[in-house]
């Protein structure tokens, strides 16, 4: 298995196995720029909107004024903060491509993202002098909470959902609250629901149907995202029922992928082919399977998921979701393992 796919699967695994891998040492080579040229926490904020209180599985964590210098430590933190106008002075190196990505470009206009690497870097951290520090989607335990508290309060997930399972719209909201944006955060929350509603509307087909995501196959290997896990989320939300079995998959259970619809994340339509088993599936035969590559804006979205990643990626799926559920031979799926 490669070392990205392994690292992307880290993101669902760390929580169940509790192997969160913390470091110390120096930046290590990753990009410790502690240039403030980048900071930038928007003209929304309010500081009228300050102290606040945030609760969490740890206790509760006061601002007590509006943040000049965020640090997302969570895997995606950055994304509600971007489309909440904050741009990080430093954040969790995950998606080289993140930049880049349509809806981040809009957002940033023109600022960049500095990174600190890809494990929680105390030393790389303080560099930055922080005086807020998100850390949500990512398994914290107290000791880690412990150390980042040291450095600047930390906001981490509430005790009401399991590590690395706070629903987007919760997160943003977090966050916005964090930021002093807690108007703005309501206004994109309920602008992705409104999408999401206007889906459902037009495609009743939807509701009760069973999509399977098989994320990041590889060599004859399957990994099912399971219930509560955010990177399926959008589909939860369109009305598709989730399969009960997750995690490891192998070719000879591959029986458990033939359901309604199938989204296969981190794989091109010609890599699937290759596979005989995977080939005679009738999802596969019947034109009910969507195709993705990690590579593609699409699945960084369906990662990310902030407010504006996911508005870009229903653009994407609704089409080919309807296309998949429609019952009709001339509507066919497009492949969108090669989408930029």
């Given at each position: 298995m490669s070392s990205r796919i392994r690292g992307w699967r880290r993101v669902l695994t760390v929580a169940a196995a509790g192997l969160l891998t913390l470091t110390t040492a120096a930046a290590c080579g990753s990009d410790d720029s502690s240039d403030t040229s980048t900071v930038s926490t928007g003209s929304g904020a309010s500081a009228a909107a300050f102290p606040v209180t945030i609760e969490h599985k740890f206790g509760s964590t006061t601002i007590d004024k509006k943040p000049e210098r965020v640090v997302t430590v969570g895997w995606n933190d950055q994304d509600p903060a971007i489309a909440l106008g904050v741009v990080p002075v430093s954040t969790r190196e995950w998606f080289t491509e993140y930049p880049a990505y349509p809806w981040v470009q809009t957002a940033l206009g023109g600022k960049q993202v500095p990174t600190f690497s890809a494990e929680i870097n105390f030393e790389a951290i303080i560099k930055?002098?922080?005086?807020?520090?998100?850390?949500?989607?990512?398994?914290?335990n107290k000791e880690t909470y412990d150390k980042l508290s040291q450095i600047a309060p930390t906001v981490i997930q509430s005790k009401d959902f399991g590590d690395e399972e706070t629903p987007w719209d919760v997160q943003t909201r977090t966050i916005g609250k964090a930021l002093g944006k807690t108007p703005e955060a309501e206004a994109l929350i309920n602008k992705v629901q409104a999408k999401i509603d206007d889906a459902k509307a037009a495609n009743?087909?939807?509701?009760?149907?069973t999509l399977v995501v098989d994320f990041g196959p590889e060599k004859g290997q399957h990994w099912l995202l399971g219930a509560k896990d955010p990177r399926r989320a959008l589909f939860d939300a369109l009305g598709f029922s989730v399969q009960n079995e997750k995690d490891d998959v192998s070719e000879e259970r591959l029986d458990l992928l033939d359901r309604d619809v199938l989204f296969v994340n981190g794989a091109t339509k010609k890599d699937m082919a290759a596979s005989p088993a995977f080939a005679r599936l009738k999802v596969v035969t019947e034109d009910r399977t969507l195709y993705t590559s990690f590579d593609t804006p699409l699945s960084g979205a369906l990662a990310y998921s902030g407010p504006n990643a996911l508005l870009y990626a229903l653009d994407i799926l609704v089409p080919q979701l309807k296309a998949a559920t429609d019952n009709d031979p001339a509507t066919k799926v497009e492949d969108l393992s090669n989408q930029s």
């Amino acid at each position: 298995m490669s070392s990205r796919i392994r690292g992307w699967r880290r993101v669902l695994t760390v929580a169940a196995a509790g192997l969160l891998t913390l470091t110390t040492a120096a930046a290590c080579g990753s990009d410790d720029s502690s240039d403030t040229s980048t900071v930038s926490t928007g003209s929304g904020a309010s500081a009228a909107a300050f102290p606040v209180t945030i609760e969490h599985k740890f206790g509760s964590t006061t601002i007590d004024k509006k943040p000049e210098r965020v640090v997302t430590v969570g895997w995606n933190d950055q994304d509600p903060a971007i489309a909440l106008g904050v741009v990080p002075v430093s954040t969790r190196e995950w998606f080289t491509e993140y930049p880049a990505y349509p809806w981040v470009q809009t957002a940033l206009g023109g600022k960049q993202v500095p990174t600190f690497s890809a494990e929680i870097n105390f030393e790389a951290i303080i560099k930055q002098q922080p005086d807020l520090i998100i850390a949500i989607y990512e398994t914290i335990n107290k000791e880690t909470y412990d150390k980042l508290s040291q450095i600047a309060p930390t906001v981490i997930q509430s005790k009401d959902f399991g590590d690395e399972e706070t629903p987007w719209d919760v997160q943003t909201r977090t966050i916005g609250k964090a930021l002093g944006k807690t108007p703005e955060a309501e206004a994109l929350i309920n602008k992705v629901q409104a999408k999401i509603d206007d889906a459902k509307a037009a495609n009743p087909q939807f509701a009760g149907k069973t999509l399977v995501v098989d994320f990041g196959p590889e060599k004859g290997q399957h990994w099912l995202l399971g219930a509560k896990d955010p990177r399926r989320a959008l589909f939860d939300a369109l009305g598709f029922s989730v399969q009960n079995e997750k995690d490891d998959v192998s070719e000879e259970r591959l029986d458990l992928l033939d359901r309604d619809v199938l989204f296969v994340n981190g794989a091109t339509k010609k890599d699937m082919a290759a596979s005989p088993a995977f080939a005679r599936l009738k999802v596969v035969t019947e034109d009910r399977t969507l195709y993705t590559s990690f590579d593609t804006p699409l699945s960084g979205a369906l990662a990310y998921s902030g407010p504006n990643a996911l508005l870009y990626a229903l653009d994407i799926l609704v089409p080919q979701l309807k296309a998949a559920t429609d019952n009709d031979p001339a509507t066919k799926v497009e492949d969108l393992s090669n989408q930029s």
